[in-house]
């Protein structure tokens, strides 16, 4: 019984021994994972701004809104961590990392750090402390920016010359936009770059290029009111236009007497660049935004399908006073009939009564709406400020492709984009309008179908000689289209004014607001214009 009592302490005692001796492997064999793994996943949920998933990697329970003041304080957009060699002893680690943050209006920062690990309830645990965050962060301390901004960039016209210095006119400063004092929307947009009460661009190209304009500034890091960083600034960009001065002034100069609301809009067919914008009343910049149904100058795009499909502009046609299409009566202004005539004679005369028949009998509402979109209508506008794209709904009765035809239903456009039409005419191919140059365009250029150039610069031309326009006093060598356009309901419906067209490298559309009838109200702007020039 001694015996075997004594074999049994002895036996227990050599246990004990053992496992005592063994004690670092056991520890080794039992901790679950590798620091290098807690690591890994420590920063994966940093780098997605993950505040719970970083939590459960803490061997304490710890408040971590420091990574949320620093995304904010900083406008972190983007966070990479590279992690180094793990350096492990019995139960501590320690694993450099460097961390890359992208920020808002200041580039990118990059500083180095230590993740430190211990084990706790065997697994690899993060042993935080604000230092995990930066090696300078202190309990309580908070990050922060200051600020030191270049000289903003000017915007200028095709020349080279300012036009944001409050010296151009009321339309260039429609355009230009003007400089306002940041409010908290504006820096939390724009990023703690910006303070509230600091000058940025409102509206038109002032807000659109206000980054490219102001540059980037030089920028002090700070932790705790300490400079931990100096990021240098960069200067900002001009803005340069394609304004020209004096297109733009004879435009100014051939709406400024008009009673009623007049816009303008010319551009330069050969690349589709914006030569003028002008509104003769402030406010609302109907040049760019109007939305007016076309009128009879959208027989200029009527005429581009016709053309394509087959019509010849010595084609014999008709214009009597009335045509029904689709249980739709249409007639022409003032109730004029013309009888048998060319085609390129009722392009001329403005006949409703013979482009409805032909649209529907022709082209149909698909092939018309195709036409359409080739010239800029329901295509994007990306002209470097805010714009109304032109609307052509597909016509969904022949009645309403009837109407579509000589530019009425429910198309709308703007002085910019009908001038856009007329450019194409007058080069051949639409190009996407632009007041900038340089700016990428989301729209592709379009060729005008063979055979349609020609024969619609003659059909224009026969507008200012003999047809609608032939009183405005054009100059010799213009080629047009009037348009009254009418809107509203009731009996007796009001008309906008229109008057397209195009003189050597020079495409323009311009609408007078209520104006009445194209060729006598429009059609002399558009000479005024022209003279100006």
């Known amino acids: 019984m001694a015996r075997g009592r004594t074999i049994a302490i002895v036996s227990g005692a050599t246990v004990l021994a053992v496992g005592a001796a063994a004690g670092g492997a056991y520890y080794v064999l039992h901790t679950r994972g590798t620091p290098a793994e807690a690591a ?43 992690l180094g060699k793990v350096a492990e002893g019995d139960d501590r680690a320690r694993v450099p990392y460097t961390a890359t943050l992208t920020l808002k209006n200041i580039g990118e920062w990059s500083y180095e ?26 309990a309580g301390a908070t990050f922060g920016v200051k600020t030191r901004w270049p ?3 000017e915007i200028t016209d095709a020349d080279g010359d300012r036009i944001d210095d409050g010296t151009a006119g009321g339309s260039v400063q429609q ?12 820096v939390a947009k724009l990023g703690p770059a910006y303070k509230v009460g600091q000058a940025v661009g409102r509206g038109g190209l002032q807000e659109t290029y206000q980054k490219r304009l102001a540059g980037t500034p030089a920028t002090e890091i700070q932790l705790g009111g300490k400079t931990l960083k100096t990021i240098e600034g960069t200067d900002g960009e001009p803005v340069q236009t394609s304004l020209d001065p004096r297109v733009q002034a004879a435009a100014v100069g051939a709406v400024k007497d008009m009673k009623k609301p007049t816009s303008m809009v010319a551009i330069k067919p050969s690349t589709g660049e914006i030569l003028s914008v002008v509104n003769n009343q402030g406010g609302f910049n109907r040049a760019l935004d109007g939305r007016y149904p076309p009128g009879s100058t959208f027989k200029a795009v009527t005429a581009i399908g016709l053309l394509a499909a087959g019509v010849s502009p010595q084609d014999q046609v008709t214009c009597p006073m009335y045509a029904t299409v689709g249980g739709l009566k249409i007639r022409n202004s003032d109730k004029e009939a013309f009888g048998s005539l060319s085609f390129l004679d009722s392009f001329a005369h403005s006949c409703n009564t013979t482009f409805a028949p032909l649209a529907k009998s022709k082209l149909g509402a698909d092939k018309l709406l195709e036409t359409a979109e080739s010239v800029g209508f329901n295509q994007p506008l990306t002209i470097g400020v805010p714009a109304t794209k032109a609307s052509f709904p597909r016509a969904e009765s022949d009645a309403e492709l009837a109407a579509e035809a000589f530019g009425q239903a429910r198309i709308t456009t703007s002085p910019l984009s009908m001038a856009s039409v007329a450019a194409a005419i007058a080069d051949g191919t639409w190009r996407p309008p632009t007041l900038v140059p340089s700016l990428e365009q989301k729209a592709a250029e379009r060729k005008l179908p063979d055979g349609v150039k020609e024969p619609l610069h003659a059909m224009m031309a026969a507008v200012v000689t003999k047809g609608t326009a032939k009183s405005a006093g054009l100059p010799a060598g213009t080629r047009g289209k009037t348009g009254t356009a009418e809107y509203g309901t009731g009996e007796k419906l009001d008309s906008h004014a229109w008057f397209i067209g195009f003189k050597g490298d020079v495409a323009f559309a311009v609408v007078v607001e209520g104006g009445g009838g194209g060729g006598k109200v429009a059609a002399p702007v558009a000479a005024d214009f022209l003279k100006g020039l």
């Open 40 to 82: 890994q996943r420590f920063t994966a949920a940093w780098q997605a701004g993950d505040q719970s998933a970083m939590a459960k990697e803490l061997a304490r329970p710890q408040q971590l809104g420091a990574y949320d003041q620093q995304r904010s304080a900083l406008a972190v957009e983007g966070t990479s961590i590279r």
């Open 113 to 138: 750090g230590q993740l430190d690990l211990v084990v706790a309830d065997r697994t690899w645990k993060v042993d935080w402390t604000p230092k995990t965050l930066h090696p300078s962060m202190t």
């Open 151 to 153: 000289d903003r960039a």
């Open 175 to 186: 355009l230009v936009g003007f400089l306002d004092k940041a409010a908290k929307k504006d």
